[in-house]
């Protein structure tokens, strides 16, 4: 069965924007610290406006207090490999040592799919990775013995936490075009998630090209992002 992802936002840190608001101010106030959250509770556009100038000016240590957990469902262990590498995260992942894999779940790229001979080769050798995992099952090797045989493609479900400074980070290099484009659509699903909630820390979030204006990367794409819109757009 082919996989598709999904990302639902399952927690956060309450009133994320406030909090990162307050939590700067306290460096450049006098305040108390429950005078800075009231102040920026009922003033949305001074909040943001502050969360927008902490962000240009790389005063990025506030963005830690808030947080961001995440279930994904539906993406390929190739991709989970890179997810992982962000280190400043907790991650949680169903296991293939306790989890049997008795029905096939894969991810196909579209390069194979719009290739009806690749579109085959590839079932074709998911097919015979899994019947193989099952005829080792089925001879006693342990299924942490038996997975070895399952593809990059095998789908796979983990719960993400981050913190918005990492987000941020994440987004920088995921939202690439340069970035493969499984984990791209992964973070772009991530993104629409906590700007719902926290539009103030992700009113602009991504690439150079988007939230600088000009790409840092050594070897650049040729094909910048025009606005958040269109860094959003699905492909």
């Known amino acids: 069965m082919q996989s598709d992802v999904k990302v639902r936002l399952m927690a956060f840190t309450p009133s994320p924007d406030g909090i990162v608001a307050a939590a700067a101010g306290l460096c450049y106030s006098a305040s108390s610290v429950e005078d800075l959250i009231d102040r920026f509770k009922g003033e949305k556009e001074q909040r943001e406006s502050f969360i927008k100038k902490l962000r240009a000016s790389g005063h990025l240590s506030p963005f830690e207090h808030v947080s961001f957990t995440f279930a994904v469902e539906g993406i390929s262990r190739a991709c989970s490999h890179q997810l992982v590498r962000h280190r400043i995260a907790s991650y949680s992942q169903q296991s293939q040592r306790y989890v049997s894999m008795k029905e096939p779940g894969y991810v196909v790229p579209a390069s194979v799919k719009k290739d009806e001979r690749a579109l085959s080769l590839f079932e074709e050798a998911i097919q015979k990775a899994h019947e193989a995992y099952k005829a080792l099952a089925e001879l006693g090797v342990p299924l942490e013995d038996a997975r070895y045989v399952l593809p990059n493609a095998w789908e796979t479900k983990i719960v993400v936490t981050m913190n918005a400074r990492e ?69």
């Open 167 to 235: 987000l941020h980070h994440f987004f920088s290099l995921r939202l690439c075009r340069r970035a493969q484009w499984e984990i791209r659509n992964l973070a772009r699903l991530m993104l629409s998630e906590v700007r719902q909630v926290a539009p103030g820390i992700f009113d602009v979030a991504g690439p150079s090209c988007v939230t600088k204006g000009k790409c840092e990367e050594t070897k650049p794409c040729g094909k910048p992002y025009s606005s958040m819109e269109d860094l959003l757009c699905w492909e």
